[in-house]
């Protein structure tokens, strides 16, 4: 079964997820267009591992402005503002790990299907849908496409 999908402009992919970590950790590889950025946010009920790929991400956390190429990696601890920048023009990939498991479950419920990662859907994913169910995964929004820590 596949588990790819577009969520605001990114194409993921579930590699792993709480059935087959026994909860313990979501594996989700993705890909994201140039420039495209998170909106401020936190995870309050699990931790972020970034490791890039292909491109170049920046990380905004803690009044830092980090800059990650391929092969390097960061931690983000649960309950720390951030934001994500696919920052290179090309194509920037990235694996992230959510520890415990539930940011797969938020891809999946929101997300739309999709099997081609340069073409996304011509519908928009559900922005109340996605609103209702960050509030059970304990994702917050802190701030628009924009804001910094």
Same mark, same amino acid.
């Given at each position: 079964? $596949?588990?790819?999908?577009?969520? +605001?402009? &990114?194409y993921?992919n579930?590699?792993?997820?709480?059935?087959?970590?026994?909860s313990?950790?979501?594996?989700?590889? /993705?890909? +994201? %267009?140039a420039t495209?950025?998170?909106?401020?946010?936190?995870? &309050?009920? !699990?931790?972020?591992?970034? !490791?890039?790929l292909e491109?170049? +991400?920046t990380?905004?956390?803690?009044?830092?402005?980090i800059?990650?190429? %391929? @092969?390097?990696?960061?931690f983000i601890? %649960?309950n &720390?503002?951030?934001?994500?920048?696919? $920052? $290179?023009?090309?194509?920037? *990939?990235?694996?992230?790990?959510?520890?415990?498991s /539930? +940011?797969?479950?938020?891809? *999946?419920?929101?997300?739309i %299907? @999709?099997?081609d990662? !340069?073409?996304?859907?011509?519908? =928009?994913?559900?922005m109340?849908?996605?609103?209702?169910?960050?509030?059970?995964?304990?994702?917050?929004?802190?701030? $628009?496409?924009?804001? *910094? =820590?």
């Amino acid at each position: 079964m $596949s588990q790819t999908f577009w969520l +605001f402009g &990114t194409y993921l992919n579930i590699l792993a997820d709480e059935h087959q970590t026994n909860s313990a950790y979501d594996l989700i590889e /993705g890909q +994201f %267009p140039a420039t495209m950025e998170t909106p401020l946010h936190m995870h &309050t009920k !699990y931790a972020e591992q970034i !490791y890039v790929l292909e491109g170049e +991400f920046t990380v905004y956390l803690n009044k830092e402005k980090i800059t990650l190429c %391929p @092969g390097e990696h960061l931690f983000i601890p %649960p309950n &720390t503002p951030h934001v994500v920048e696919a $920052s $290179s023009k090309k194509v920037n *990939r990235a694996i992230t790990i959510a520890s415990p498991s /539930g +940011f797969a479950k938020l891809i *999946r419920s929101v997300g739309i %299907p @999709g099997e081609d990662a !340069y073409q996304p859907p011509g519908t =928009p994913n559900d922005m109340g849908l996605f609103i209702e169910l960050s509030k059970e995964t304990g994702d917050v929004i802190l701030g $628009s496409p924009g804001a *910094r =820590p």
